[in-house]
């Protein structure tokens, strides 16, 4: 799960801010 929180961030930084 913690990999998907890096990559989430640099590949979709905008969806990162709706999910958290």
């Known amino acids: ?7 989430l961030s640099s590949v979709t930084p ?3 801010q709706s999910r958290f």
Not at 1 to 7: A, C, H, I, K, Y
Request: proline share 10%; aromatic share 10%.
């Open 1 to 7: 799960m913690s990999f998907r929180l890096l990559p």
């Open 14 to 16: 905008q969806q990162s």
